[in-house]
């Protein structure tokens, strides 16, 4: 069995800049990728040819993998302890996708955490009946990896939170339903996906949730799959709910790939309108972990 491909960021001390490009976060991925159609190990010319079929021009994508990131690996840590933070990325989604979000929030006195999710290791979802199977299995991955987060040094165990983006913040309220002692669930955005986004989250309202914040971008409303709907985060009348709602952005702005294309030049027209967008998402799941975790 090949465990899930990890990357945990934490408050670092200032040192010798050798910033780790976004290539190496997709070959972190790609350790754990289930297998091509041909049954071959992905690889970096595989998720080139991905983007490519995806419309992304070939020089953006090589611009992209060359990028630096801020973090560094193998920094020394700096004193002290600090908030964990898991994140649950989308059903497909793996380290890569979060890295962006990892950085910041470590940026900013927080130690964090991602692993792949099922759907990148090979899960499928052929109807409604399998949500509820994968979101436990990733509920239950979820907190495997927060209490290896917990026993990290410099870790503030009594101080945690778990943030979900697309089908991932099923797990997280799964993982929230399970552990009361995690603190404010962050979603980013709502679990838009083409099965039915309630399916086996009923434990969720009996539960007695901390805080929830729901980053909403409008774009999504447009799409003719299936509409917003926020009955569940509605229901949960015993939290204190938070919703953002960020006009211009889409359901893929708020992974790496978002920040990508607004900063890329050569991944096509974007600008300072968008990069700011988006870093008031990322500014408000800073702040929201902020007010209830300290």
């Known amino acids: 069995m090949i465990e899930p491909a990890t990357a945990v960021w934490y408050p670092a001390q200032r040192g010798v800049p050798s ?12 350790r754990d ?11 970096i010319d595989g998720y080139v040819a991905f983007l490519e079929s995806k419309g992304l021009p070939a020089a953006g994508i090589e611009a ?10 193998d920094a020394a840590p700096a004193p002290g302890r600090f908030p964990v933070v898991v994140i649950a990325p989308g059903f497909g989604g793996a380290v890569h996708d979060e890295a962006v ?12 955490a991602v692993e792949s999710s099922p759907g990148w290791r090979g899960r499928r979802m052929a109807s409604d009946a399998d949500v509820l199977p994968v979101a436990r299995e990733q509920a239950l991955q979820l907190a495997a990896l927060l209490d290896r987060l917990r026993t990290r040094a410099g870790a503030d165990g009594s101080r945690s939170a778990v943030v979900g983006y697309s089908f991932g913040a099923r797990a997280a309220l799964l993982l929230a339903a399970q552990r009361p002692e995690v603190g404010p669930r962050a979603r980013e955005p709502g679990g838009r996906h083409r099965f039915q986004r309630r399916q086996g989250l009923a434990a ?5 949730p901390g805080p929830v914040r729901h980053a909403d971008p409008p774009r999504l409303r447009r799409r003719r799959a299936i509409p917003p709907d926020f009955t569940l985060l509605d229901s949960l009348k015993k939290a204190r709910r938070m919703r953002t709602l960020v006009p211009g952005l889409g359901h893929f702005d708020l992974i790496t790939l978002g920040i990508a294309r607004a900063r890329v030049p050569e991944l096509g027209p974007s ?24």
């Open 271 to 294: 600008g300072p309108e968008q990069v700011a967008r988006i870093e008031r998402v990322l500014e408000a799941t800073r702040a929201f972990l902020k007010e209830t975790l300290g």
């Open 204 to 208: 969720c309202r009996r539960a007695r």
């Open 101 to 112: 979000l990892g950085e910041f929030l470590a940026s900013h006195g927080y130690l964090v």
């Open 64 to 73: 992209w993998l060359a990028a630096p990131m801020t973090a560094v690996r």
């Open 19 to 30: 910033p780790t490009r976004y290539r190496d976060y997709v070959q972190l991925a790609l």
């Open 33 to 43: 990728a289930a297998p091509g159609p041909d049954g071959k190990a992905r690889t």
